[in-house]
């Protein structure tokens, strides 16, 4: 099966800051990769799919990018709001593995 | 709106069994995959099954296959997880999640609220 790792665990940046994660594939998986963000105490919520294609609603500093097994997630000016864990997650194929998640806080 | 209501969970002794729904509107649910995904008490998330529109195909995680079963009612618009031989590791919030197409092979893209499985004697 095709692990997911993610990196760092987490991070604490200061409002403003640019911020990037990063999630690896053990094997290609070409761009069938999604970004999802979960505040403390809610449900997950999908950014990202496809790699690079923002979900409607999501605000225009979350972007992604990478192909194939190496790929990142970047936050342009990090907000207060955007306190929270982000996960990766493959799904080009079962089993649709996350990614061990990020921890973003605010320094 | 999309809307996704689990229900079922519950504590639950080693060893034993129980069924989670989940109900969809807003939609139609006969076009799209669906989703199990867990997330235990303070960790991550945890994939758990996918089923295809039709139901046809389904697929699981090592860490639940032989013991969990996927299935669905288009009549009705439910999801279901019928959880068996229930362990202490089992012990998550279970989410419901559309996926964004028929095919397994789609991001995620609505979720439930999620229902606590506890397992514990």
């Known amino acids: 099966d095709i692990q997911m790792t993610q990196s760092p665990s987490s991070l604490s940046a200061s409002v403003g800051d640019r911020v990037t994660i990063t999630c690896r594939a053990s094997?290609?998986?070409?761009?069938?990769l999604a970004w999802y963000q979960q505040k403390p105490g809610k449900v997950p919520n999908v950014l990202i799919y496809?790699?690079?294609t923002l979900q409607s609603g999501v605000p225009s500093r979350f972007s992604g990018s990478g192909s194939g097994t190496d790929f990142t997630l970047t936050i342009s000016s990090l907000q207060p709001e955007d306190v929270a864990s982000y996960y990766c997650?493959?799904?080009?194929?079962?089993?649709?593995?996350f990614g061990g998640g990020t921890k973003v806080e605010i320094k | 709106e999309v809307q996704l209501l689990e229900s079922g969970g519950g504590l639950v002794q080693p060893g034993g069994s129980l069924r989670l729904s989940c109900a969809a509107s807003?939609?139609?649910?006969?076009?799209?995959?669906m989703n199990w995904v867990r997330q235990a008490p303070g960790k991550g998330l945890e994939w758990v099954s996918a089923?295809?529109?039709?139901?046809?195909?389904?697929y699981y995680a090592d860490t639940v296959k032989g013991r969990f079963t996927i299935s669905r009612d288009n009549s009705q618009n439910t999801l279901y997880l019928q959880m068996s031989s229930l362990r202490a590791e089992d012990t998550s919030v279970y989410y419901c999640?559309?996926?964004?197409?028929?095919?397994?092979?789609?991001?995620?893209?609505?979720w439930g609220q999620g229902t606590l499985v506890t397992v514990s004697s």
């Open positions: 094997q290609g998986i070409r761009n069938f």
């Open positions: 089923i295809t529109n039709t139901g046809d195909s389904t």
């Open positions: 807003g939609f139609t649910f006969s076009n799209y995959a």
């Open positions: 496809a790699a690079s």
């Open positions: 997650q493959k799904y080009n194929s079962a089993p649709l593995t």
């Open positions: 999640v559309k996926a964004r197409s028929g095919d397994i092979a789609a991001a995620g893209n609505y």
